[in-house]
């Protein structure tokens, strides 16, 4: 029986995948709290706002971490300017997924950020040369029909806020490619400078706009980053401990959380076409994840397939 990362630590292949299952499961929930927390903050404060807040409380959460690995590690990164490029994506990303809920329900905005793997696949042959044969293009089609079924592109629907939750879900997936390209860099490293330029971003945004905070809102603010950091806290712990054909596909329980919490604390009724889409979608993303392992599997793709968490967690 081949070895899992869990066995090192002498915990049984069984119960360390079942754990992994379950860490990724909370992991999940997590983000969907997460999610959650968000929309009702920025119904009330600016996004600039909350960003800068959960930036902060996220930054106090890994400064242990940071010493623990020690600070060298952070100010001396490989190759500078994809760093920066990557922090700029995923500042864009965050803003984008934060001004997206304030108008559209959760299950929407979810079912946007979801499609992300579909577009990594479709970007990856012409930027990291990655080969795709026609079944992950079939794929990817039938992931971009999703879209276009969950957008529902019309003169009423094609929204301002569809267009940038879009944008935001393409900044993502290049955001994706370009820790693609970073496998050396450690994870601390990565969150740290992502979290910092969206604390800065934010910091010069509440310059222009800022609302009082009570001190019941500013715990909350500060729970946001503390549950993104747990959710992170998870989900890696979870694939250290079971293979992440088993745990990966999981992720797409963020939409059904989504739909739940939508409906339950803001009224939301799911499109029809949403829901649709969506799962055009999931199908789409779980075909080409699970089409990258079989590859991987037979040496003929290099790259592991990429695991993908969807939502405003991703960047702490």
Same mark, same amino acid.
């Given at each position: 029986?081949?070895?899992?990362?869990?066995?090192?630590?002498?915990?049984?292949?069984?119960?360390?995948?079942?754990?992994?299952?379950?860490?990724?499961?909370? +992991?999940?929930?997590?983000?969907?709290?997460?999610?959650?927390?968000?929309?009702?903050?920025?119904?009330?404060?600016?996004?600039?706002?909350? *960003?800068?807040?959960?930036?902060?409380?996220? $930054?106090?959460?890994?400064?242990?971490?940071?010493?623990?690995?020690?600070?060298?590690?952070?100010?001396?990164?490989?190759?500078?300017?994809?760093?920066?490029?990557?922090?700029?994506?995923?500042?864009?990303?965050?803003?984008?997924? &934060?001004?997206?809920?304030? &108008?559209?329900?959760?299950?929407?905005?979810?079912?946007?950020?979801?499609?992300?793997?579909? &577009?990594?696949? #479709?970007?990856?042959?012409?930027?990291?040369?990655?080969?795709?044969?026609?079944? !992950?293009?079939?794929?990817?089609?039938?992931?971009?029909?999703?879209?276009?079924?969950?957008?529902?592109?019309?003169?009423?629907?094609?929204?301002?806020?569809?267009?940038?939750?879009?944008?935001?879900? *393409?900044?993502?997936?290049?955001?994706? $490619?370009?820790?693609?390209?970073?496998?050396?860099?450690?994870?601390?490293?990565?969150?740290?400078?992502?979290?910092?330029? #969206?604390?800065?971003?934010?910091?010069?945004?509440? +310059?222009?706009?800022?609302?009082? *905070?009570?001190?019941?809102?500013?715990?909350?603010?500060?729970?946001?980053?503390?549950?993104?950091?747990?959710?992170?806290?998870?989900?890696?712990? #979870?694939?250290?401990?079971?293979?992440?054909?088993?745990?990966?596909?999981?992720? &797409?329980?963020? $939409?059904?959380?989504?739909?739940?919490?939508?409906?339950?604390?803001?009224?939301?009724?799911?499109?029809?076409?949403?829901?649709?889409?969506? +799962?055009?979608?999931?199908?789409?993303?779980?075909?080409?994840?699970? !089409?990258?392992?079989?590859?991987?599997?037979? +040496?003929?793709?290099?790259?592991?397939?990429?695991?993908? *968490? #969807?939502?405003?967690?991703?960047?702490?």
């Amino acid at each position: 029986m081949p070895s899992t990362p869990a066995s090192s630590v002498n915990i049984p292949e069984s119960s360390a995948a079942r754990n992994g299952v379950l860490l990724m499961l909370l +992991g999940m929930l997590m983000f969907s709290l997460n999610d959650v927390m968000g929309k009702w903050l920025v119904s009330t404060y600016s996004v600039g706002q909350v *960003v800068f807040i959960r930036s902060v409380a996220a $930054l106090i959460i890994l400064a242990p971490f940071i010493w623990f690995n020690g600070p060298k590690q952070i100010v001396q990164v490989d190759r500078p300017w994809v760093q920066a490029a990557r922090v700029i994506l995923s500042t864009a990303e965050v803003f984008a997924f &934060y001004f997206a809920v304030v &108008y559209l329900p959760l299950a929407d905005v979810m079912t946007y950020w979801l499609a992300a793997p579909i &577009y990594v696949a #479709a970007i990856s042959p012409f930027i990291l040369k990655e080969p795709v044969g026609w079944r !992950r293009w079939s794929a990817i089609i039938v992931g971009f029909i999703g879209v276009v079924i969950a957008l529902e592109p019309s003169s009423q629907a094609l929204t301002p806020q569809a267009i940038i939750s879009i944008f935001g879900s *393409v900044a993502f997936a290049f955001m994706l $490619l370009l820790g693609r390209t970073l496998r050396g860099t450690p994870d601390t490293t990565l969150v740290f400078w992502q979290i910092i330029g #969206a604390g800065l971003a934010g910091l010069v945004w509440i +310059g222009f706009e800022w609302t009082p *905070v009570t001190m019941r809102d500013l715990l909350l603010l500060g729970l946001l980053g503390i549950v993104a950091m747990l959710a992170h806290v998870l989900v890696n712990r #979870a694939l250290k401990l079971a293979d992440a054909a088993t745990v990966a596909p999981l992720q &797409y329980t963020l $939409l059904f959380w989504a739909i739940l919490f939508g409906w339950m604390v803001f009224g939301d009724v799911p499109r029809m076409s949403m829901l649709i889409g969506s +799962g055009f979608i999931i199908a789409s993303g779980l075909f080409i994840f699970f !089409r990258e392992q079989q590859l991987k599997r037979q +040496g003929r793709i290099s790259q592991p397939a990429e695991t993908v *968490v #969807a939502g405003s967690g991703d960047s702490a």
